[in-house]
């Protein structure tokens, strides 16, 4: 079965420090991906999607077929950058496949 | 433009108790409609998802049924609620084809006491 691995429950970084968060995922072909992020009080939503190759609010995906990774980096953290980031890899029947989540936190 | 309602936001219900949750798009026709379960430290676990009026199929076995009358509209139920099916429940709905954007609904919370 196809998997995706957020190997970090939680990250907590320093406002202005670099931020990553991992996300592996197990399939041999060319899912599309995406990360999604909830904010307090706020609905699960798109942040960014690897057939875009945009950068949204900072952020960046590079997608890593050797590794099959699709890490989420951001050079300088924000304090609003701190919710709930997931992401979530398309399986083979275009069905999307959650990871547990990485909740970030910036600090002060 | 497209949205996505859910309700009731919250909900207590005691064991044994009948639920509904309802779930309605409006701005899009034919969509793809889902039902996950939120759980800390778990991800979005998908319940049900459904291609079509009718149409229905459910990912893991459970006390939790769905059912889709209109285009537009997803309703989860339970006849009889267990104290394991509190949580945090999302409704959500996707454009056909590849790599399309997965839409949210606000959630509902329901506790079962």
Known sequence: ?108 | SQTIHQWPATLVQPVGSPLSLECTVEGTSNPNLYWYRQAAGRGLQLLFYSVGIGQISSEVPQNLSASRPQDRQFILSSKKLLLSDSGFYLCAWRGRGVGNTIYFGEGSWLTVV
Request: charged content about 25%; aromatic content about 12%; hydrophobic content about 35%.
């Open chain 1, 1 to 108: 079965a196809q998997r995706v691995t957020q190997p970090e429950k939680l990250l907590s970084v320093f406002k202005g420090a670099p931020v990553e968060l991992k996300c592996n995922y197990s399939y041999s072909g060319s899912p599309e991906l995406f990360w999604y992020v909830q904010y307090s009080r706020q609905r699960l939503q798109l942040l960014l999607r690897h057939i875009s190759r945009e950068s949204i609010k900072g952020f960046t995906a590079d997608l890593n077929k050797g590794e099959t990774s699709f890490h989420l980096k951001k050079p300088f953290a924000q304090e609003e950058d701190s919710a709930m980031y997931y992401c979530a890899p398309e399986d083979s029947n275009y069905q999307l496949i959650w990871g547990a989540g990485t909740k970030l936190i910036i600090k002060p």
